[in-house]
């Protein structure tokens, strides 16, 4: 009997052994302080304006062994606009154009993820913009994960870029003068909790 239970202990500790390890998502939230929201749009056809959004906050769920299976969800904050020109800043988040006071927020909200690469990914998830929501599709890239030096907490860095239109929003002034291709450049750094 002895010999029995010692063989049915060591067949599962051999079980187990062989077993292949599987990594649970791990949560890592956005760094406010090293995520940018940038976007170019043509003006006139002589040059684009730059704006960056400089607030936001989110929480991308990372599944290293599986990467299809995370997921990402984050707000804009439209108020922290800047273009360099606070005349055209507030005239941007104004009811006109992004309409800031009714639509205080942007949202993304991920509902697939498509690996392309060794660290790239197409992610497709619901955008909502002044209170319509659209699909949009990202390209993402993962520059880094790791342990940061200077505080020994494990990080992701992003840099994710796309096109949306802006008349699929609902923002359609000056259609033919202003572009309705908006260029979007999101640097993120994202801290595991």
Same mark, same amino acid.
């Given at each position: $009997?002895?010999?029995?239970?010692?063989?049915?202990?060591?067949?599962?500790?051999?079980?187990?052994?062989?077993?292949?390890? @599987?990594?649970? %998502?791990?949560?890592?939230?956005? *760094?406010?302080?090293?995520?940018?929201?940038? =976007?170019?749009?043509?003006? @006139?056809?002589?040059?684009?304006?730059?704006?960056?959004?400089?607030?936001?906050?989110?929480? /991308?769920?990372? *599944?290293?062994?599986?990467?299809?299976?995370?997921?990402? %969800?984050?707000?804009?904050?439209?108020?922290?606009?800047?273009?360099? #020109? +606070? &005349?055209?800043?507030?005239?941007?988040?104004?009811?006109?154009?992004?309409?800031?006071?009714?639509? +205080?927020? $942007?949202?993304?909200?991920?509902?697939?993820?498509?690996?392309?690469?060794?660290? &790239?990914?197409?992610?497709?998830?619901?955008?909502?913009? $002044?209170?319509?929501?659209?699909?949009?599709?990202? *390209?993402?890239?993962?520059?880094? /994960?790791?342990?940061?030096? #200077? #505080?020994?907490?494990?990080?992701?860095? @992003?840099?994710? &870029?796309?096109? /949306?239109?802006?008349?699929? =929003?609902?923002?359609?002034?000056?259609?033919?003068?202003?572009? *309705?291709?908006?260029?979007?450049?999101?640097?993120?750094?994202?801290?595991?909790?």
């Amino acid at each position: $009997m002895k010999r029995l239970l010692a063989a049915v202990i060591a067949g599962a500790a051999l079980s187990a052994a062989a077993a292949p390890a @599987f990594a649970a %998502e791990v949560a890592y939230k956005l *760094d406010p302080a090293h995520t940018e929201t940038t =976007f170019t749009i043509d003006r @006139f056809g002589f040059t684009s304006i730059i704006g960056i959004f400089a607030a936001s906050e989110g929480t /991308i769920w990372l *599944d290293e062994a599986a990467p299809e299976k995370s997921r990402v %969800e984050a707000t804009v904050t439209v108020d922290s606009l800047l273009t360099a #020109n +606070p &005349t055209r800043d507030e005239h941007i988040k104004g009811e006109r154009w992004l309409n800031a006071a009714k639509s +205080p927020t $942007m949202t993304f909200k991920s509902t697939k993820v498509e690996k392309t690469g060794d660290t &790239t990914a197409k992610v497709t998830g619901d955008l909502t913009i $002044m209170g319509v929501t659209q699909p949009a599709v990202l *390209d993402v890239k993962l520059n880094k /994960i790791g342990t940061a030096p #200077n #505080n020994q907490k494990k990080q992701a860095g @992003f840099t994710i &870029t796309g096109q /949306i239109s802006r008349k699929a =929003f609902g923002s359609a002034g000056a259609a033919g003068v202003i572009g *309705d291709a908006v260029n979007i450049r999101i640097e993120t750094l994202a801290v595991a909790q």
